[in-house]
């Protein structure tokens, strides 16, 4: 079943040379560094042959020094994540829907896809939905081919897209597995709401200290577990609108909470485990 919800995420993802090729930068170095960076993360190559690699080129291209990133993160203590039961999935998109509403995203961006595959003939059909946030994985790609590190790994285990740091090469959206990025051209913004005037979450951050912004047109935006809700003490918007209760979010380092548990369960599995990203997104069979 696992295999069915992979193939229905390749047939999603964005291609390569069709993000990158009205980028400024080089479409070359962006493909091939998309390309060890999910090596990286498989464990085929090391970080630091990747660094060396890569250290020249980054140098030229954007006057950044790439470097073996130091380990910032403690997992010691609340570790986020997400379960989706797809027993519960009717595939209404209630969680697309309240995710642009709180994080405040124009048309053609979007966070929280639900992906449907229909087969057979009717009357005899059978439907797959698959809900794709994030995957907030341990071994992010996209944190390690982003050659100004403004996509890190908080403490939390939040894979956060910092706003103020992007440069919109895109080099992260093509090494993203599972299509998770989105990048925000400010075209389909209207003249009654501009992007001057919309106020989203993740912009204005430094390293956590956040302030509200303008919208972050030219950057690449992701679903960030609604990380200002949890620092209010709810719950991310797609997992309190859920009308199925398909959702569970919680800390994986809490053997008691019911993410941990269900994580844990025979009926559970992640996208594409073969990557070696080790997402925090489970899934119910």
């Not at 001057?196 to 979450?201: I, L, M, R």
């Not at 620092?231 to 008691?256: Q, S």
């Not at 369960?265 to 996208?271: E, G, I, N, Q, V």
Request: proline share 5%; aromatic share 8%.
């Amino acid at each position: 079943m696992g295999k069915t919800h992979d193939l229905i995420i390749d047939q999603s993802r964005w291609n390569g040379e069709e993000i990158l090729k009205s980028s400024q930068y080089d479409t070359a170095l962006g493909l091939n560094m998309a390309e060890d960076a999910r090596k990286l993360s498989d464990g085929h190559i090391s970080e630091e042959a990747f660094v060396a690699k890569y250290q020249e080129s980054v140098e030229k291209e954007f006057q950044q020094t790439l470097a073996v990133q130091a380990n910032e993160t403690d997992h010691s203590g609340v570790r986020w994540g997400m379960v989706i039961d797809l027993r519960k999935c009717v595939g209404c998109e209630t969680c697309t829907v309240s995710c642009k509403a709180e994080n405040r995203t124009p048309p053609g961006v979007s966070y929280n896809q639900v992906f449907v595959k229909e087969e057979g003939t009717f009357p005899n059909t059978s439907r797959t939905n698959i809900a794709r946030p994030c995957m907030h994985c341990d071994k992010p790609p996209c944190a390690s081919v982003c050659p100004v590190r403004a996509t890190y790994k908080a403490d939390n285990g939040i894979v956060i897209q910092d706003a103020d740091r992007c440069i919109g090469c895109r080099y992260c959206m093509v090494a993203c597995p599972y299509g998770a990025r989105t990048f925000d051209f400010g075209e389909s913004y209207d003249e009654m709401t501009g992007y001057e005037q919309v106020q989203a979450p993740e912009h204005g951050m430094d390293r956590g200290k956040r302030e509200d912004g303008k919208a972050p047109v030219g950057t690449v935006r992701k679903c960030n577990f609604c990380f200002h809700r949890l620092e209010r003490g709810e719950e991310p918007a797609c997992v309190e609108t859920c009308i199925g209760d398909a959702r569970y979010f919680g800390d994986l380092n809490d053997p008691d909470s019911t993410v941990s548990q269900l994580a844990a369960s025979d009926r559970a599995f992640r996208l594409k485990e073969s990557a070696g990203t080790q997402p925090r997104v489970y899934y119910l069979r």
